[in-house]
């Protein structure tokens, strides 16, 4: 699926699609894709990437990578099409007049949502997301089509500033590459995490590269001997297999390295051997044949024939010693389930598999419909990205019930996840569990191989505690809890919603009399679209409205309606004025602001302003060095003036920050994930290493205020091997 190094003209890149376009589609389907092709060249002209080259260069590379996945023709005019609505003055109308109704709607489905305003970027992203799979759920090519889109735009990332790289990588990290392993689509999974892990951490990548081409020449030999060997064996007990060697990928060599704490030469899954035949039983026979020839690693079997993933993955596991002492996995499957493994859903059309039979298109679908009940069940659209990042990790976990029953859930589940996958009903009467025969705490994460009995009370009324939304792993059981609460506690929620905004209210200082208040609470329940007050009260109660992430639109609300004069004017106009980036000054009228380099103050910190020559006022930090510490006995002490922060300015500021830190592979992606997380914009970055062998990471951040500072650096300095933060001064 690589891109091509050389760089093509767009007519040489669609003469290269069209060559296998007409290979694999019939005269007519070809015509439609020339006239998607004029389109679209028409249509982005004007239109330059980043990088410089010619726009439609896109749109042809998406069209490229699904005729190697083998979509259909309908896929093809849309992925030649897919940023024409949204980027140029073609219309839904426009599309649908020339290539139909389906073809329209699968551009439509991958037309981001950029022109509805929305409150946050958060939430413009999982409107984004929620979007796409409502329409995926209608069309499964739609996501097809997004994971190409987006696979290009990560070969392509380069030429993005590096804030956008980081951040387009991330959100590939956490949604698109969840969503290819759910798909079974493997090269594009892999390819978007190895190139997610470039952008994220290159320091890790680069050595990950280094250390698999310093073994290059002898893993290739080990490999190619190792494959002699075993089809030599396996002839006389299976015959015509195919088989195949592969390299794990370096995100998954990754994952193990830095989220797992391993070091290079404990991974055994790096060198892997592929033996590919015609039945199950050729399967299982294969697996003696192995066993036989290599001495097994304990506990590293796995049996996804019988036990298949959630994305209807099937094979057989094994790790094994080599005569050498190398360790190396062995995957035993059918050329059917190889397909699956390679193409997921995509097979249907490379394949011509149709969408009926026993690998039912509906039921591969019915976690989508179930994300999308789970959203709406919840109210908060940002639900759809957490269950993405929850539900659709890449490990699964197969756990037993007493009777024998395999139940699969994500990696990391607790025994309260594993009681809600069985039943809601189960879930809702649990009071506690045993693994292996013995009680386990209700946080206990369950792990492969484990059988769990799941205790339940009789008892009527029994329900779920409100502490098990903060300990469930998945999103669908959370959604279950919070059901729960809502259709069987909405006394107590009305209670406990409205104690949660009063402790809210008193803590942001929004002080209400009794007629404003009912007012207010009116206001705001029309706004979250509830009928009622007490529905509001109720919503929040259960958790289906986050008070925390409402917050923000409250005080906003609060402070342009009903606070009062007197709150926010200290003294009069005349005596004081805001002049600019948040600051009020003392007898200033119209005068420039800046903001010292020499100190960087941010809002919270004490300042001072200084009356420059020509340049405005300057404002310093009150303990900044170049502030003397009696102003009445410096020079001019009359250019010295009172200055104190505005608090409803709503400004950005930059703050230096120098990070001192154990040298370890990863620590820049563990930054910056958790920068990313906390919607904070790094500015620039540089490292070296100090004389003690510490890493010293100096960077510029984005922040509001010195709360929001100081809430970054706690943040940062949770993490591991982080032993300390200054903030810099120029």
């Keep these: 699926m690589a891109d091509s190094k050389v760089e093509l003209t767009p007519d040489e890149q669609y003469a290269r699609l069209r060559k296998k376009c007409a290979k694999a589609f019939k005269r007519d389907e070809v015509k439609m894709i020339d006239k998607a092709f004029e389109l679209a060249f028409d249509a982005h002209k004007a239109q330059l990437r980043y990088s410089g080259q010619p726009y439609i260069s896109h749109p042809l590379a998406v069209a490229d990578i699904l005729m190697d996945l083998g979509m259909d023709s309908q896929s093809i005019e849309a992925a030649l099409l897919h940023d024409t609505v949204e980027d140029t003055d073609v219309t839904y109308d426009d599309l649908k007049s020339v290539f139909g109704e389906e073809v329209a709607n699968l551009v439509d489905g ?61 959100e590939t990290l956490e949604i698109y590459a969840p969503l290819a392993h759910r798909l079974g689509i493997r090269a594009a999974k892999e390819e978007l995490e190895d190139l ?43 015959k015509d297999a195919r088989i195949d060697a592969r390299i794990k990928s370096v995100h998954g060599i990754y994952r193990k390295m830095f989220m797992q704490q391993k070091d290079f030469a404990e991974i055994y899954d790096i060198y892997a051997i592929r033996i590919i035949v015609d039945s199950v039983a050729e399967c299982y026979n294969c697996l003696g044949v192995i066993h036989d020839m290599f001495k097994p690693l304990p506990g590293r079997f796995k049996d996804y024939i019988s036990t298949p993933k959630k994305n209807m ?39 011509k598999l149709g969408i009926s039979g026993k690998d039912n298109m509906e039921e591969r679908l019915a976690w989508v419909r179930q994300l999308l009940d789970e959203q709406k069940e919840s109210g908060d659209v940002r639900e759809i990205v957490t269950a993405i990042k929850s539900d659709l990790v890449p490990e699964d976990t197969f756990v037993f019930t007493p009777k024998g029953d395999v139940i699969n859930v994500p990696a990391g ?56 939304l903060n300990i469930a792993r998945t999103s669908s059981a959370r ?13 107590e929620n009305i209670v406990e919603g409205k104690a949660e905004i009063d402790r809210e209210f008193k803590k942001n200082y929004i002080r209400l009399n009794e007629e404003e208040y009912t007012k207010f609470m009116e ?64 007898g200033i009228d119209d005068m420039l602001i800046k903001f010292a380099k020499c100190c960087n103050p941010l809002p919270g910190d004490n300042i001072i302003g200084f009356i420059t020559r020509g340049h405005g006022v300057s404002i310093h930090k009150r303990d900044c060095p170049n502030v003397p510490r009696e102003i009445a006995q410096a020079p001019e002490p009359e250019r010295w003036i009172n200055a104190s922060w505005n608090e409803n300015a709503k400004q950005e500021f930059r703050a230096a920050l120098s990070i001192s830190a154990l040298s370890r592979i990863g620590l820049m992606a563990d930054i910056s994930m958790q920068l990313a997380a906390m919607r904070v914009n790094i500015n620039d970055i540089a490292s070296h290493t100090a004389k003690d062998g510490r890493s010293m990471l100096n960077m510029t951040i984005t922040v509001s205020n010195v709360e929001h500072l100081r809430s970054v650096i706690s943040r940062i300095e949770k993490i591991d091997g982080v032993l300390s933060i200054e903030r810099q001064v120029s």
């Excluded at 290739?220 to 396996?234: D, G, N, S, V």
């Excluded at 959604?479 to 729960?484: E, P, V």
């Design 110 to 170: 991958v037309t981001k949502l950029g022109k509805i305003p929305l409150s946050t970027k958060e939430e413009q992203q999982a409107e984004n997301i929620r979007k796409m799979l409502l329409a995926m759920s209608q069309d499964i090519r739609v996501i097809i089509i997004k994971l190409a889109d987006r696979l290009h735009n990560m070969r392509t990332l380069d030429y993005m500033y590096p804030q956008k790289r980081r951040d387009i990588a991330l």
């Design 196 to 238: 997610a892990i470039h952008f994220l951490d290159p320091i890790a990548y680069e050595d990950i590269e280094k250390k698999l081409s310093e073994t290059s020449d002898s893993r290739i030999e080990f490999l190619e001997t190792t494959k002699e060997k075993i089809a030599k064996r396996i002839k006389d007990v299976v």
């Design 313 to 351: 993955y099937q094979s057989l596991h094994t790790t094994v010693f080599s005569d050498e002492g190398v360790p190396f996995e062995v995957q035993i499957r059918t050329k059917e389930m190889h397909r699956t493994a390679e193409y997921g859903v995509a097979a249907h059309w490379k394949y």
């Design 413 to 468: 589940s607790t025994v309260i996840d594993f009681a809600y996958a069985i039943h809601s009903a189960v879930g809702n009467k649990m009071v506690g569990a045993k693994v292996d025969g013995r009680i386990v705490p209700i946080d206990y994460k369950v792990k492969t191989g484990e059988v769990v009995e799941i205790l339940t009370s009789s008892q009527p009324g029994k329900g779920p505690s409100r502490d098990w």
């Design 479 to 491: 959604t279950k809890i919070r059901s729960w609460f809502k259709n069987e506690r909405r006394d």
């Design 523 to 586: 206001t705001l329940a029309y706004h979250q679209h509830m009928a009622s007050v007490d529905d509001l009260y109720a919503a929040i109660g259960y958790g289906g409205i986050s008070l925390i992430r409402l917050m923000p639109h409250i005080k906003d609300e609060y402070n342009k309606n009903y606070k009062k004069h007197d709150e926010t004017v200290a003294v009069k106009p005349t005596q004081r004025r805001t002049v600019a980036g948040g600051v009020t000054v003392e």
